[in-house]
């Protein structure tokens, strides 16, 4: 549950203090790394703190829980192995075979995977809607619709969807709103603040922040839906580890303060590249000439260290560019101190191929570090050529 003793404070003392109380036994100021499976009884039933078995609850994930649940304003936290582990066990509670989910046409290829590979085999059906429209988004549900799952910013596209919009369109129809906010972290955007019913995380990602760890994550402001979520956590019992919990918790401790240095690089990077003769279009929400930057600043403090951009002379000459960089990692994931370069439609998007996800060839995908923003620019300069 959320510690609301910490709920009127600014984000940043939040994302120190929240789940964060000192030891107890020891007066450690950070919670201890319960490396427990399991914990003695005081007689039959008599649990000490309601802790009986790990799987279902366990002292550091509960730290991590109650700071998740106090960073996005919610009521209930829930971490778990990976992301997808989180989207996985939400689609089984709030979905049963017969119903219809509303994706969007610009998803994370994992996302994707699991609705079209293994939601589907289940009995659930699924249409593509652009989010960012909002009469898309209502052509595309029918009377089975039960979700509508969002991404803003969207991966790889950097899509901008009205989360409020949206949130307006779901609760008229009695659909529950998702809204994956790994992109923009809840230091940048607040999807429940705008009515989204449930918020998904990569914890892997800015949250972790050092690409050291891989988690996920479920926020909702709903007690009653909380509820049943941890009730299928336990169930299913793909949960966070406490060495995972407490990697994450400390990651999260510099949230605000890496996301400022994150987003100041990638306007840089997003400028330099606007002006490269071997660019041609750059995909980044704060630029004035992105379709979705009025929306993203109104509704995100800031707008992300995440760029994609599109290279003259096609997929193989994007390909060479991501190749060519040094400075830049060539690897998949995103959101740590370190930048990072990819080609989504070789890499993380290639299970989307051949469907209406599928991704430009000539797209290449960075992920913005905090090193010193001169070196970023001088690496991607000389690997365009």
């Known amino acids: ?25 020891t007066g450690a100021v950070v919670p201890p790394i319960y490396q427990v499976s399991t914990y003695k009884q005081d007689g039959v039933g008599g649990l000490r703190g309601g802790y009986e078995y790990s799987r279902s609850a366990n002292p550091t994930r509960t730290a991590l829980e109650e700071n998740l649940a106090a960073l996005e304003n919610g009521r209930r936290g829930l971490a778990f192995a990976s992301g997808l582990a989180a989207e996985d066990c939400l689609l ?74 949206i949130a307006d369109i779901a609760r008229s129809a009695g659909v529950r709103l998702v809204v994956d906010n790994t992109f923009a972290s809840p230091y940048l955007q607040q999807p429940l603040a705008l009515g989204a019913d449930v918020v998904v995380h990569s914890l892997t990602k800015y949250m972790g922040g050092h690409s050291d760890v891989v988690g996920g994550a479920l926020v909702t402001a709903d007690a009653e839906l909380g509820e049943e979520l941890a009730y ?57 000439e992105h379709p979705g930057h009025e929306v993203a600043a109104k509704q995100m403090k800031r707008f992300g260290g995440m760029i994609s951009f599109r290279v003259a002379g096609g997929e193989e000459a994007a390909v060479e560019v991501c190749n060519r ?20 439609g070789r890499m993380t998007h290639a299970s989307v191929a051949g469907s209406a996800l599928e991704v430009p060839g000539d797209l290449v995908r960075l992920s913005v570090g905090i090193e010193a923003v001169d070196d970023l620019l001088a690496d991607l300069t000389q690997a365009l050529g």
């Open 1 to 25: 549950m959320s510690d609301h003793s910490h709920e009127h404070q600014s984000f940043e003392t939040r994302a120190i203090h929240a789940g964060n109380t000192a030891d107890p036994l």
């Open 92 to 165: 089984r509670t709030l979905l049963a075979p017969g119903d219809h989910v509303v994706i969007p046409n610009d998803a994370y290829g994992g996302t994707f995977r699991l609705f079209a590979k293994v939601v589907a085999r289940w009995g659930v059906e699924w249409s593509v809607a652009d989010t960012s429209d909002p009469a898309s988004v209502r052509a595309a549900m029918n009377d089975r619709t039960k979700v509508i799952w969002v991404e803003t910013p969207s991966n790889p596209l950097l899509g901008i969807t009205d989360i409020a919009a």
């Open 232 to 288: 299928h956590q336990n169930a299913m019992g793909a949960v966070a580890g406490p060495f995972d919990s407490w990697i994450v918790l400390r990651g999260i401790k510099t949230l605000a303060v890496r996301m400022d240095r994150h987003s100041e690089n990638a306007t840089r990077v997003a400028d330099m590249l606007t002006r490269h003769p071997k660019v041609t279009q750059v995909l980044y929400p704060g630029l004035p």
């Open 325 to 344: 960089a040094r400075l830049f990692t060539l690897g998949e994931s995103l959101g740590g101190v370190e930048s990072l370069i990819e080609h989504p």
